[in-house]
């Protein structure tokens, strides 16, 4: 049985959620500077044959352009998950749910920040997609690792790990229960 810490999360899984959130940041806003550079939106350049393309588009809504005249309503809350985030980082001890939660902090700051800094102004930013998934959808790397951050959670909790790195339902013992 894994006995529950007490006090602070794990400080390395901590570094963790931040480092690789701090690498999807950087690799989605680099990849938002090239498409904004080097597409269009009339062209769809073949990137995996015909199933992924690259085609710009700025995006003022949620997936598919969903709402796309409440942008503040989305940059409060990607505010607020990335504050919910940081938030359960500081209890994690989990190694699974550290890499989780660095995909969705990174995803949501990613797209965050395009709705901060970018047209038509603070707060009401368009966030840049460019990769365009067979006429479906276009999206963007923050995007990839949102999803792959939620499907992560789904089994997660599928699977009842949950962020100190004990199973749901499994006897917890505490420093003082275990002395007992």
Not at 85 to 95: A, E, F, P, Q, W
């Amino acid at each position: 049985m894994r006995r529950r810490r007490e006090g602070p999360a794990n400080t390395r899984l901590v570094v963790l959620v931040f480092l690789l959130a701090a690498a999807v940041v950087v690799v989605d806003q680099v990849t938002k500077v090239i498409a904004t550079a080097t597409l269009s939106e009339d062209v769809a350049r073949p990137f995996l044959g015909d199933f992924i393309t690259l085609q710009l588009v700025v995006n003022p809504g949620a997936a598919f352009s969903f709402a796309s005249g409440m942008t503040w309503i989305f940059t409060i809350v990607a505010a607020v998950v990335v504050t919910v985030v940081v938030r359960m980082s500081h209890r994690i001890d989990s190694g699974w749910w550290a890499v989780m939660l660095g995909l969705l902090l990174g995803g949501a700051t990613g797209n965050l920040i395009d709705r901060l800094v970018r047209e038509p102004g603070f707060g009401r930013g368009h966030v840049v997609d460019f990769l365009n998934y067979g006429g479906w959808f276009i999206g963007n790397l923050a995007d990839i690792a949102i999803v792959a951050a939620a499907v992560g959670i789904a089994v997660l909790a599928l699977v009842g790990l949950e962020l100190d790195g004990t199973r749901a339902g499994a006897v917890r013992d505490t420093d003082e229960t275990a002395d007992a």
